[in-house]
Structures are given as structure tokens and as C-alpha cells.
């Protein structure tokens, strides 16, 4: 049987040969199946890493959760209770301040001076993004003292374990130091744009070399005594115009990474500056 699948699955342009095994058909069928399958998931990856971001009501999924979590977070510490149950009970749970660091083990032991007195922790996050694989997810909030100035910036992540969103990690950090703004990624923190950045180069290169190609083909089928027919040339310059199309749109890929990528690091840049200046 083995042998019989073998060669049916190898038989020349025809399913033919494999009509008396019905084995041999599921068999294909499962390998058909097992390729379009992994090309929609490498499809969903490179979307993913490119930055595409998950649907709104995905999204509120863990962002209504992750909101309620910072406010009750901000409440315990507020009343010099312990933060500990806002937390996944695992060992990657990680709090942190400037001068302190604590894990699982030790979050009920940890207070927080910043929500002390008249200190709020802003309703609304700056910013809140789901992982684009939507296994995580990061908001980022600001504390204030009672005149409306700002104490802190907390960032945080958020995980989902047994259908429970909790802290995954979360760091403070003084309203006058720079932080990273929080931005859409895939898996972790921060892989969205190093990955356009060296795919989009990747994608570039490839397609050039593929028009090289072709029209190195094209110039030699033009050729005297080539024997190639108007049809094969009509053929050729539709393939050469496609290639030529995506290597304008890859250039134009590769083009925004790098102009994002810029803009990025001016914004960092001008926010440092002003973290400088202020009062």
C-alpha cells in the first residue's frame, strides 16, 4: 500500500492512477490541505510582523480588562495594600520601579510611593495596543498629583491565562524621564519595524533581480535565429511589466520603513529635548 501511495502521489499530470485507492486520495488531500494551511499562516505572520493590528472588538477584549487591572493596581497601592492578585502567578510577573525590582515572589511585600496622598492614576491609558498575535497585550498610563501635574508614567503589559487578563509586567518611571511610547508589535515590544525595516530590503532586492533576470531573457530571445514566436514575446513583456510593478511597489515598501523608522527616532529626539527644557 505504502508503494502504491508513493506512486500515485508522483504519477505525471493525472489522478488517474490513483482511482483504486481511496487511501491514496486522503492522503493527497491531506497534503493539499497541509500547504494552503501553512501558506495562510505565513501569510497571517508577515501581516502580523508588518503591523497589522487586530480588529477593534479584539482589541476591547483585553483593553477593558487591562483598564479595570491599572485602576484596582493603583487602589491596592494606594491603600498600602498588596498589588499582588493584579498579576499573573507565574514566574515572568515583573514589577518595577527606579529603585526597586521585585517578582512574583515578592510583589505582596511591595508598596508604591507614588500613589501616595492626593496622586491619581489617569482614566483614560496614552496609549493601548494587543499584540498583533493576541497573546498580550501594553497600555501605558500616567499618575498625577492633585494639581493635574505628572508624578510617573506606568507601562505595562497584560497576558491572558485561563481566561483571565492580569499584569505581566509593569514599570514606573519618573514624569520627567524619556520612555518609549507604546507602539503596535507582534510578539514583543518593538519587532514591528526592525522586521519592515530588513524585509521590505529583502523584498526589494529580490524583485530586482528578478526583472534583471527576466529582461536578460526577454533580450536574448530577441536575438536572430532565437526561433522564439510573437506569442512567447507578448508573454514575456506582460511577466516583465508585472516585475516591474513590484519592484515599484517594494521600493515604495522599503521607502515608508525607512521614513518611518526616521520619523521615530525625530520624535524621540525632539522629546528628549523637551524632557530637557521643562521646568
Partial sequence: MRNKVVACAVAAGSFAACAGSSHAQIWIGQIVGDMAAGQAAAQREQACMSGAAMSEKEIAEARIPALATMQGYFADAKAGASFAQRFQPDGKSLWMTAGARAGVAELGRQRDPTAGGDSALDSAPVAFVRAGDGASAMGQWVARA???????????????????????????????????????????????????????????????????????????????????????AQVRQRQIAKLREAVETARADEAKARADAKAAEEEKAKAIAALAVSP
Avoid: I
Wanted: hydrophobic share 30%.
Fill in 146 to 232: 492633585g494639581s493635574g501635574n505628572p508624578v510617573a508614567t506606568y507601562t505595562a503589559t497584560f497576558s491572558r491565562k485561563a481566561g483571565v487578563w492580569r499584569l505581566s509586567t509593569l514599570s514606573q518611571s519618573a514624569a520627567r524621564a524619556y520612555v518609549d511610547p507604546v507602539t503596535q508589535y507582534c510578539h514583543k515590544a518593538g519587532d514591528v519595524l526592525p522586521y519592515r525595516l530588513t524585509h521590505t530590503t529583502q523584498m526589494r532586492e529580490f524583485t530586482e533581480k528578478q526583472l534583471a533576470k527576466a529582461e536578460a531573457r526577454a533580450r536574448k530571445a530577441e536575438q536572430p535565429g532565437h526561433g522564439e514566436g510573437p506569442e512567447f
